[in-house]
């Protein structure tokens, strides 16, 4: 059974930072391109971030370039978002995912304060 379980999110004050993980089980980690979205309330659920299998390659929204950072250890079958320069925002609950097929962890509230 495939399972993604994101943990890390929290209530963080704008300018601070926080790094979200993923632990996956049930599939080949290391096969897999992940990603990371978020959805706001009221907005549609957008892509952040994704890396290649062997993180080697990375693509960010625009929004984000220049502050969030995705990563991965395939040894630990655990994908990361280190999350700086936090900004309102920012706010929305952020979602691990596989790729292609996609398939969705249950998400973790990320919650920035003015």
């Known amino acids: 059974q495939a399972q993604l379980v994101e943990s890390g999110g929290g209530l963080v004050q704008a300018g601070g930072s926080l790094r979200l993980s993923c632990a996956a089980s049930?599939?080949?980690?290391?096969?897999?391109?992940m990603a990371w979205y978020r959805q706001a309330p009221g907005k549609e659920r957008e892509l952040v971030a994704c890396?290649?299998?062997?993180?080697?390659?990375?693509n960010y929204a625009d929004s984000v370039k220049g502050r969030f950072t995705i990563s991965r250890d395939n040894a630990k079958n655990t994908l990361y978002l280190q999350m700086n320069s936090l900004k309102s925002e920012d706010t929305a609950i952020y979602y691990c995912?596989?790729?292609?097929?996609?398939?969705w962890g249950q998400g973790t509230q990320v919650t920035v304060s003015s």
């Open positions: 995912a596989t790729y292609f097929p996609r398939t």
């Open positions: 049930g599939i080949i980690f290391s096969a897999n391109t």
């Open positions: 890396i290649s299998r062997g993180g080697d390659s990375t």
